[in-house]
T-cell receptor
């Protein structure tokens, strides 16, 4: 069974640009969550999608957005990039709408903003 | 404010030692506490704890939850170099689909 796949794995952008990251969950998993990981703040919840609907959103500015497609694949977008957006962006999938247990994480997309 | 606090932040021990990692939490509508291991990129699931006093075990790793004192510990016995990683404690909060993570404990095992 294939794991969670995130693309691209690494990318470099400059301030002011925008970026789109992609996540393909494990087959059969309908919920996808996104997290930002930085050395200073650790892992922070961005948002969660279930059946193409955003169920929850963390405390991030509106420059951070996402969506989910009918095949459960998800994308997140960050517009007007700032230096502080440099981070590892992790996607996690889980089989049910309620996540009280195991999340299956992808390898992440490492974004560097110059 | 909901929070999860882990200690110590980092720990260096010799192979064969036993270590105890700590996690305290203050989270409304507590449902469960999770432990993850992060070696390079993707955190991998270790345990989910929901009931006080019931130890979960997996090989040399074990964990227990105290819902009265609001903390959990993760024990690793007979440590090996492969145990070197960041260990993350996490608690779903607000709703089951939002998870707050602790800052992690970076464990380094010296041969």
């Amino acid at each position: 069974k294939a794991g969670v796949t995130q693309t691209p794995r690494y990318l470099i952008k400059t301030r002011g640009q925008q970026v789109t990251l992609s996540c393909s969950p494990i087959s059969g998993h309908r919920s996808v969550s996104w997290y930002q990981q930085t050395p200073g703040q650790g892992l922070q919840f961005l948002f969660e999608y279930f059946s193409e609907t955003q169920r929850n959103k963390g405390n991030f500015p509106g420059r951070f957005s996402g969506r989910q497609f009918s095949n459960s694949r998800s994308e997140m977008n960050v517009s007007t990039l700032e230096l502080g957006d440099s981070a590892l962006y992790l996607c996690a999938s889980h089989p049910r709408g309620e996540s009280t247990g195991e999340l299956f994480f992808g390898e992440g997309s490492r974004l560097t903003v110059l | 404010e909901d929070k999860v606090v882990q200690s110590p932040l980092s720990l260096v021990v010799h192979e064969g030692d036993t270590v105890t990692l700590n996690c305290s939490y203050e989270v409304t509508n507590f449902r469960s506490l999770l432990w993850y291991k992060q070696e390079k990129k993707a955190p991998t699931f270790l345990f989910m704890l929901t009931s006080s006093g019931i130890e979960k075990k997996s090989g040399r790793l074990s964990s227990i939850l105290d819902k009265k004192e609001l903390f959990s510990i993760l024990n690793i016995t007979a440590t090996q170099t492969g145990d070197s990683a960041v260990y993350l404690c996490a608690v779903p909060y607000s709703s089951a689909s939002k998870i707050i993570f602790g800052s992690g404990t970076r464990l380094s095992i010296r041969p």
